[in-house]
DNA sequence: TCTGGGGTCCTAGGACCC
DNA sequence: TCTGGGGTCCTAGGACCC
């Protein structure tokens, strides 16, 4: 049996514990540069705001209906993120971190009552971080995440599930025509792996709702569909097939991208705003114990707009693999200048780390090469730990120095942007 | 004027090998 | 004129998640 907690409005519900004003009133998150909703709080919800919703499409509600629109504090929601998890786990015997506000539990074992077990969590994280949560419990993670989703809509519009539901609903507590009736009430695009174009296929075939898809014949589904759907139908099925994954392995690419405030044409800041995502990337790397094996850099038009387009990405691949900030800056840089052309309104760029592998498989080099860059390891780690320390961006590197040996090789197109395209064929190495 | 920033998994098809 | 077939690896692209 599993436990899915999830904080409810979750960036809006910290901004709160430390402004209680804010409660009761309409009030929504917004991304980097101000750019569009990524948190709303159940009033703000009833105003009709919609998730990812641009800035300027909503913004006339701040004056009409009393909106509050905030700019986002990451830092904040990353420490009060800590503390949520610390005490959801004390729901079960392990835990899976699944996103900033997310966790599934692992009840099994646990006697008694599951659900008055979880209501005394749900109070204390409550009472000790000030941020309400709802859980669901299933016996597969879809389940959980289905019952989650009814705990949440029970408690925020009164008539859509039995009242009973709210906050905390139990799905394996129900008899199987209690269960039906709450699938029967579910659309089907609110399934866990139900995303809006396979939802749209479904609607077509007359699966309307999560009870329709829990019906329907999994191998005809993986025929039609793929095993991902399969396992879901599956899973809404009492079938685990997703399994709790609590010691996740370390990141397979690390990126650090950003959309600008202002279009921006020319080279320098483009170098400086790329520079520091390249620096922001490898504290991620050396965080988790990696090193990368290439550098992506992109930049491109925003989609948007009308206007001539521009989209382009450059991998480099550095000299071995290295977790160095100007190792990987000088890359990225490298990269950067490459593909860049004058002429074009940029909206956005970023770098983003690949070919990561564990920082062990340097361990057994004796080259002097390698010596300096385990010396230079330290030094990073004794940059990041000032900056964990006396706050993000306190120390950094002034430069990252000139361009060392210069060999050739073919540039690769990765997977991820096909858009993009370059006449670059060759474009040197950056050291690590 | 103003449109997020991360990630993961699966599959089809081409390249290549024997 | 006839023109193998199966296995594996890699990549592009699609779909999903929060």
């Given at each position: 049996m599993l436990a899915l907690i999830d904080g409810n409005n979750f960036y809006v519900s910290c901004e709160r514990v430390f402004k209680?004003?804010?409660?009761g009133r309409p009030v929504v998150v917004l991304s980097n540069n101000d750019g569009c909703a990524i948190s709303r709080s159940d009033e703000a919800k009833a105003l009709g705001v919609k998730m990812a919703q641009p800035h300027f499409e909503f913004r006339h509600l701040e004056e009409q209906e009393g909106l509050v629109s905030l700019s986002a504090n990451f830092t904040l929601y990353g420490d009060m993120s800590d503390r949520m998890m610390s005490l959801a786990?004390?729901?079960?015997?392990a835990q899976e971190i699944y996103s900033i506000d997310e966790s599934f539990v692992d009840l099994s074992?646990?006697?008694?009552?599951l659900r008055g077990r979880a209501r005394s969590v749900r109070e204390r994280i409550l009472q000790w971080t000030g941020i309400p949560c709802c859980v669901g419990i299933g016996p597969t993670k879809t389940l959980a995440k289905l019952a989650n989703y009814i705990a949440k809509t029970a408690e925020r519009k009164?008539?859509?599930?039995?009242?009973?539901?709210?906050?905390v609903c139990d799905l394996?507590?129900?008899a199987p025509n209690e269960m039906n009736a709450l699938l029967a009430s579910t659309?089907?695009?609110?399934?866990?792996?139900?995303g809006r174009r396979i939802g749209e296929q479904l609607r077509e075939g007359g699966v309307i709702t999560a009870l329709d898809l829990a019906h329907l014949d999994p191998a005809t589904v993986r025929r039609r569909w793929s095993v991902v759907l399969e396992r879901t139908v599956r899973e809404l099925q009492g079938?685990?097939?997703?399994?709790?994954?609590?010691a996740p392995a370390p990141k397979k690419e690390i990126a650090c991208t950003r959309s600008f405030g202002h279009p921006v044409r020319e080279l320098p800041p483009l170098i400086e705003a790329v520079s520091e995502f390249a620096a922001r990337a490898a504290e991620k790397l050396r965080r988790q114990g990696s090193l990368a094996g290439l550098v992506l850099v992109f930049a491109h038009t925003s989609?948007?707009?009308?206007g001539p387009r521009f989209a382009r990405s450059l991998t480099v691949p550095l000299r071995r693999p290295t977790s160095d900030t100007a190792a990987i800056t000088q890359a990225a840089v490298l990269g950067l200048e490459c593909l860049f052309e004058p002429g074009f309104d940029l909206a956005k760029a970023g770098v983003m780390l690949l070919e990561l592998c564990d920082d062990?498989?340097?361990?057994?080099e004796l080259d002097l090469e390698v010596e300096v860059g385990r010396e230079r390891g330290r030094l990073m780690h004794a940059v990041d730990v000032l900056n964990d320390r006396y706050g993000k961006g306190t120390l950094r590197l002034a430069s990252t120095g000139a361009v060392g040996e210069q060999r050739e090789w073919t540039m690769k197109q990765r997977r991820r942007t096909p858009q993009y395209t370059t006449d670059w064929r060759q474009v040197p190495v950056a050291r690590a």
């Open positions: 209680p004003s804010l409660r786990a004390g729901l079960g015997a074992g646990i006697p008694g009552d009164p008539g859509s599930y039995p009242p009973l539901q709210a906050q394996s507590a129900l659309e089907v695009g609110e399934v866990w792996g139900v079938l685990p097939c997703i399994d709790l994954d609590d989609p948007f707009r009308p062990s498989v340097m361990q057994g």
